[in-house]
């Protein structure tokens, strides 16, 4: 069950991954009219991109791919991407289709138009602007979280080996092996899927040799290269390390084996770290060093929590040892919190983008998922406690009733002395009557019973401690309820992994706005509005004339359908209602129009749900405000509309 919501938070929830950069300007801009034709095609971005064989793809007016250069950066700037044009490139409007890497790992693509000389009158549409094909996507994100999950594994574990020190590892050796067997798959895994996630092609091109051979030269590609190499020189050292410990050779860890194998650890964090968010944007040193701490700090916790779970479930877990991992998972929650204060501001860039972009939202659905499994935590540790709390009163009771008997036997041992002096002066009675009737008073026996007197009852045993390693029913309760803890923190990690595999593939709130400011200062459209004033003067002498403003807005105000909205103002601003309302719009140069946009009231303001303008360009909008049945007024004002 938990397994299949995981899958479908993956293949489902995160929708079209998001990347860093943004489109900042193109040359020539999107919906320009050029008198002559360019020699190339240059797009600037916010962060550094990398290029890809089918980077641009260029279309003339009757929708043919034109023949151009090969894509490169443009005076050796990162962010920038610049394609040469053929010199005869011809009149009318082009289509160009642009698709690159952002520096974080992930494709971006988009779209636009230029014209040469005279717009087309039909110009050709713009070719789908997919970012990534929807099965290679779900894919790719599976194996990253695959990923993650055996990358808390097998650091976990070693570390849950290394400081916890359980007498019996037997049981961890199967958690070893299986995050070690499910990270390099899961590595081969999203080497093969590279190629066709970056492209946006299906799954099945996985297998392309020259799609593999790209891949192999770009940042991410050489990171998972650099997983591999370290992860087989992590199976050489836990080999090792095995076989000491099979030899008897090493009953610990040697003061070698925990440098090198904390270097492994920071290593493998590393590859992540250089090819997510953390190598894009500002403070890209900082943003590492905290990436690599956060992802080593949540392995030890996650990856501790499991090993622990396996031991309650196959072998006697020592206090000693839950007190150890309770010491080392407050140390990497406070680790955690601390990097990820930063790294939530970092990706976030204010207060409101908690709320308004998709990554805050899903870094409020993560800190709800930590929270939960912080409060698991506490639990944990105050069982803990109580537990040792009675282990120590069990042993101090023990100690003490062993000081009593101690004395007691000192005491017992005096006074037989003292009795076989006496005996020794005192004549034996015929048959020895005497004698059989002491040894029936002070006979003892080495477990601490006394045999009672001849022909009388037995006396009572003294009391013994309970047998080491036993748990009174207290204690067994307890270490059922940590065992409970335990189990539910490591489903509600489960959890956590997912919303942190969704964020790495999320859009940063502080890069959402950066694109938004890119775009608009590129010309980007968004919602067009104008304002339309307007006076219809009175027939009447002394009368005076009604006077105001028509307020149109046009969303997106692009090629195609818009939505249209139109609010009368009075002269003091306030709204005013009017019985008509017409708006049609014309494109002079085209000999198009006028087109009716059919707005009705609805209620205090007029509207159309669609209204569409075919060509880009300035078009006329015409207004005309009728306030009765003789009194109207039109006034125009130009729109432009672009692509």
């Keep these: 069950m938990l397994l299949g919501t995981v899958l479908v938070l993956l293949l489902l929830g995160g929708g079209p991954a998001s990347a860093h950069a943004a489109l900042r300007g193109a040359d020539p801009a999107d919906g320009s009219v050029v008198k002559t034709a360019p020699d190339s095609i240059t797009l600037t971005f916010t962060e550094s991109v990398g290029l890809l064989d089918d980077s641009f793809r260029v279309f003339d007016p009757d929708n043919r791919r034109v023949d151009t ?76 979280y695959l990923a993650y999950l055996a990358a808390a594994l097998l650091i976990g574990t070693a570390a849950f080996i290394a400081v916890c020190r359980p007498p019996d590892v037997r049981p961890l050796r199967g958690l070893l092996s299986a995050g070690w067997w499910a990270l390099a798959g899961s590595t081969v895994f999203l080497l093969l899927l590279r190629g066709p996630y970056e492209t946006g092609t299906g799954p099945a091109q996985a297998l392309d040799p020259s799609g593999l051979t790209r891949t192999l030269g770009t940042r991410p590609g050489m990171a998972l290269v650099a997983r591999l190499a370290l992860l087989a020189a992590a199976a050489a050292f836990l080999l090792w390390q095995r076989k ?56 030890v916790w996650l990856g501790g929590l499991a090993a622990l779970l396996t031991l309650f479930y196959r072998a006697s877990v020592p206090s000693r040892v839950v007190g150890r991992f309770s010491q080392l998972a407050g140390f990497s929650v406070t680790v955690l919190v601390v990097t990820g204060v ?93 004698e059989s009737a002491v040894e029936g008073l002070a006979g003892g026996r080495a477990d601490g019973s006394v045999d009672a007197p001849v022909g009388g009852p037995r006396l009572p045993e003294k009391p013994r401690p309970p ?35 969704v964020l790495t593939g999320t859009l940063p709130g502080r890069a959402a706005a950066e694109a938004a400011t890119a775009e608009q200062s590129a010309g980007l459209p968004v919602a067009s509005v104008t304002n339309i004033p307007f006076t219809i003067g009175s027939g009447d002498p002394g009368v005076r004339g009604v006077s105001g403003k028509v307020q149109v807005t046009l969303d997106p105000g692009r090629v195609g359908d818009s939505s ?49 303008l075919p060509l880009p360009g300035t078009w006329e909008m015409k207004v005309t405000v009728r306030v009765s049945d003789t009194d109207q007024v039109s006034e125009s004002k130009p729109v432009e509309i672009v692509r």
């Design 244 to 299: 000491a410990l099979r030899e008897g050779k090493q009953p610990q860890p040697s003061r070698t084996a925990l440098p090198t194998g904390a270097a492994l650890a920071v290593g493998l964090a590393l590859t992540w770290a250089a090819a997510e968010h953390a190598s894009a944007g500002i403070q890209v040193p900082a943003a590492m060093t905290s990436t690599v701490l956060h992802l080593l700090a949540m392995a």
């Design 467 to 501: 047998a080491a390693g036993t748990l009174t029913p207290a204690e067994d309760a307890q270490r059922r309820a940590l065992r409970r803890s335990v189990l539910a923190e490591v489903v509600v990690s489960v959890v956590v992994l997912v919303f942190t595999t």
């Design 69 to 144: 250069g090969e894509a490169g950066h443009a005076d050796g700037r990162a962010d920038t991407a610049r394609v040469k044009l053929p010199a005869q490139l011809g009149t009318g409007t082009f289509t160009v289709a642009w698709r690159v890497v952002s520096a974080d790992s992930h494709p971006i693509a988009g779209a636009f138009t230029f014209s040469v000389g005279t717009p087309s009158a039909t110009p050709p549409p713009l070719p789908s602007t997919s970012v990534e094909n929807p099965a290679t996507g779900g894919l790719f994100n599976i194996g990253r």
């Design 564 to 612: 249209l909205q139109a609010v009368v103002y009075g002269p003091d601003g306030g709204f005013v209602s009017i019985p008509e309302l017409r708006v049609s719009f014309s494109l002079p140069d085209q000999d198009i129009g006028p087109l009716d946009a059919k707005v009705t009231d609805r209620g205090g303001y007029w509207a159309a749900d669609t209204v569409n």
């Design 342 to 434: 930063y790294q939530s501001w970092r990706g976030l860039g204010s207060v409101s983008a908690l709320t308004d972009t998709t990554y805050g939202r899903v870094l409020l659905a993560k800190l709800v998922a930590v929270t939960l499994l912080l409060l698991a935590g506490a639990r944990s540790r105050r069982t803990v406690t109580r537990e040792r709390t009675a282990r120590n009163v069990t042993v101090e009771t023990a100690e003490k009733q062993g000081e009593h008997e101690e004395q007691g036997e000192h005491e017992e041992r005096e006074e037989r002395e003292e009795r076989e002096v006496r005996e020794a002066r005192v004549p034996e009675p015929v048959g020895g009557r005497a």
